[in-house]
């Protein structure tokens, strides 16, 4: 519908997380109400975005600057790196608000099956900042998964002969949440890791 | 997160039809993965889409072609027109496959809440249209509200007078509704219109 230039429109529109051909539809006609308030300014800023973020080379993150606006921060605690899987979980944790260290972006987790080995990812750079002598703690903040889980372990047993102190994020209920409705394996978590109260 | 590139995408894509804040952060993380594989085409199909498509001048749908490439088809049925309330909607229903004929874009409906009046409507062209001798059914395909019955009702008065059919789509239970999800409106409405089966 609409002709060629606006099927294809769609069909990228609907390749995008969240989105499936019917809101990919709904969008497109929204944009076309307004060419030039909405769909010009959205490609402008998908082209700027292009060409301005770069990832950082101190800790994968993705940023205008490289190093990082993350990295580069004076009032930053610099003797802490908070381990992630991905830039999600970067920009997740930090707009938490509760955690003001340094971060560094795995690329992923190690998996026999997904053909996933430690050189695939940005392990080789976690190694060099963990012994450069300022940091003092290494908080792995990794999926409660297997592979997740695997990967706290092999990074673990290369960070300790360093001389850092290797952490884990707890596991547990979450905020909200009702006993009743999680998995077998979070309420095991949260028996096992119980705390006096 | 990320520079303000990036903020400045993400909040474009949060106004998007079935985004948020957290599905546009996830989708601008999509995007920046692949800068030249997705950023660009899309911006690219924005920038065509919106260059492309026009009003037609006939119908009021949208397409890259004036008239658009529906009032042009020579195996449709030009002696029916059937009138929606949105460009949405023409799309919704010629995907369905089921009409052949032609259509007319309201651009909305009668609301003396939301002050639109006849004028604001796409309303002349289709009395023009409809009194050209070729046209033999109207079929208002309006939505279930108040405005929309409103809307249908004043047409009704002016479009008989011309000598043309005025018919309207069938209310009732949807196709695959339990009974006991609908509301009391629509379980009204099909018990009015009940047929011998």
Redesign the interface.
């Known amino acids: ?6 099927e ?2 769609i069909s ?2 609907a ?5 499936g051909p019917r ?1 990919a ?8 109400r307004r ?2 308030e ?16 770069k990832t950082c080379s101190l800790c994968g ?5 490289d190093p990082c ?1 993350i990295c580069t921060a004076p009032n930053r605690d610099h003797t802490t790196i908070c381990v992630v899987e ?3 979980d ?2 997740a944790l ?2 938490a608000g509760v955690y003001h260290g340094l971060y560094h972006v795995l690329g992923g987790t190690l998996s026999a099956l997904g053909g996933v080995r430690p050189e695939d990812l940005n392990v080789a750079a976690l190694l060099t900042r963990s012994g450069d002598g300022t940091v003092r703690e290494i908080i792995l903040a990794l999926g409660a998964t297997v592979e997740g889980a695997t990967t706290a372990h092999w990074l673990t047993d290369r960070l300790r002969p360093l001389g850092v102190t290797v952490t884990k994020v707890a596991q547990g209920v979450p905020m909200g949440g009702a006993l009743d409705a999680l998995d077998d394996g979070t309420l095991a978590a949260a028996l096992r890791a119980r705390r006096e109260s």
């Open positions: 519908m609409g002709g060629p230039e606006v294809h429109l990228l529109l390749r995008l997380p969240g989105m809101s539809r709904r969008a497109a006609l929204r944009l076309l060419p030039d909405r769909m010009l300014p959205l490609a402008a800023a998908l082209v700027a975005a292009a060409n301005a973020v993150n993705l940023d205008s600057n606006a991905g830039v999600g970067l920009w930090d707009r």
